[in-house]
């Protein structure tokens, strides 16, 4: 049994040795990054069983990812390598701040090899989760259907389904993004989204109200929005509960913080913890993953959430 599966693109990451415009720029550093690896990857450090779902090149680029994702402890069954397509490749931006900007070269990505038939049935109902993000469809219109295929077949076998919007306007365009977007939310239990994503999905100005209240047709089990160093604030069972963040000496990287906290959230949610709980868990190890450079170095493991939430000798299942 698996805890979690994702479906998603890995690719080669190069982070720049040093800040600043990336014309500038002389060295980078190899890394491994995509969100929803960089999920996966966080869940496994966290101590869950976690599954990815993926297609690689038959490259040096895509044996390195997938023994990178074999070292983490995720289950590769399903992530294959395949000939004639090179492993997609991104190059980072980041500035004095810590922010920063992605240039992305996936173009003839190797998951468009996938088929519906590669959704493997029996590979989805061996888990507990599924999450999805926007990222994966936003890719070609085949992956779209691919992402149905997963929910559809997570649905029928019970599964929870998490979904992070993680917005990439780059990629498609924004009706696009809109449409298919907002077709997933029927089927979400558990929504882990910035308000500034739903304000876009919703069209609305960025007022938390008005935009749980748009969700409310859905019936989604937990809405959870993202507010950064300020926290995050959680709808759980119709309740609202509003939780700090973690204060952070210095921001060195933000990518891949999204992801540390959606990994930690369904983590803590798995624990059958309290809200309070969850979300504070959440905020940890988003503020853990910006204090380090890299899609996923700083995705930490669950001793070091626990001691800064000042938790390190109790860890309750």
Known sequence: MLDVITIGDGMITFNPKNTGPMRFVNEFERKVGGAELNFAVGCARLGLRSGWISRVGKDEFGKFVLNFMR????????????????????FKEIRESGDGKTFYYREKSPTETMTLEDIDEDYIKRAKVLHITGVFPAISERNV??????????KKHGLKVSFDPNIRLKLWSEAKAREVLKSFLPDV????????????????????????AQMQ???????????????????????????????VGKVVDTVGAGDGFDAGFIYAWKQNWTPERILTFANAVGALVVSVAGDNEGLPDLDEVLEMIGEKQRIER
Do not use: C, W
């Not at 149905?148 to 997570?154: D, F, I, K, Q, S």
């Not at 500034?196 to 749980?212: I, P």
């Not at 989604?220 to 509003?242: M, N, P, T």
């Open 71 to 90: 070292g983490e402890g995720v289950d590769v069954t399903e992530a294959r390598l395949v000939d004639g397509y090179p492993t997609s490749v991104n």
């Open 145 to 154: 259907e691919l992402v149905r295929r997963a929910v559809l077949l997570a």
């Open 189 to 212: 239990d558990i929504l882990l989204a910035g308000i500034e994503e739903l304000s876009f999905l919703f069209e609305m100005e960025e007022q938390e109200e008005s935009l749980v």
């Open 217 to 247: 047709p859905y019936d989604i089990e937990a809405i959870v929005i993202k507010k950064g160093a300020e926290g995050s604030v959680g709808y759980i069972h119709g309740q609202r509960l509003q939780v700090p963040g973690f204060p």
